[in-house]
């Protein structure tokens, strides 16, 4: 065996180099092209997907910002709504104490007008009963006094003296 490694030969070196170039050659031909095609492919493959990526991030950064932008806008228009709902509400509140004062007087206007309306009725009617009663205790007295002549008599002068003092 050790002669077999010692030994060198020129002509078989020569046809290894052949071979060895040919090889090279038709990989160089057939399969270098192919395989450094697909790696250049793949790297433009990779830089597009990291460029459409950035594109997606840039894309998606202003979507973010343009729905906080939106999203400020719908809260300054719902705080602006709340705030004319709540003037809304404390105007219709103040119309409607305006208004149910504005009744309450006018009905107290009208209780104290019925009160004084009755109240006049009851005087009347008392005074209409008191008059009534007055006459009536006077006629009785003044049929008890004028049946005795005496007393007619003295009273009839009673009155003429008044009449002529005055």
Known sequence: MEALIN????????????ILLVVIFLLGKFAWKPIVNALDER???????????EKAKLEMARLTNENEQLLKEARAERDVILKEAKELKEK???EAKTQAQTEG????????EEIEEQKNKALAEVKSQVSSLSLDIARKVLTKEFEDQGK?????ADLLNDVKLN
């Open 43 to 53: 790297e433009q493959g990779i830089a597009n997907a990291l460029e459409a990526a």
């Open 152 to 156: 007619q008599e003295a009273l009839v």
């Open 92 to 94: 219709i509140v103040t």
């Open 7 to 18: 030994q060198f030969s020129y002509g078989l070196f020569f046809w290894q180099l052949i």
């Open 105 to 112: 007087a006018k009905m107290i206007a009208q209780a104290k």
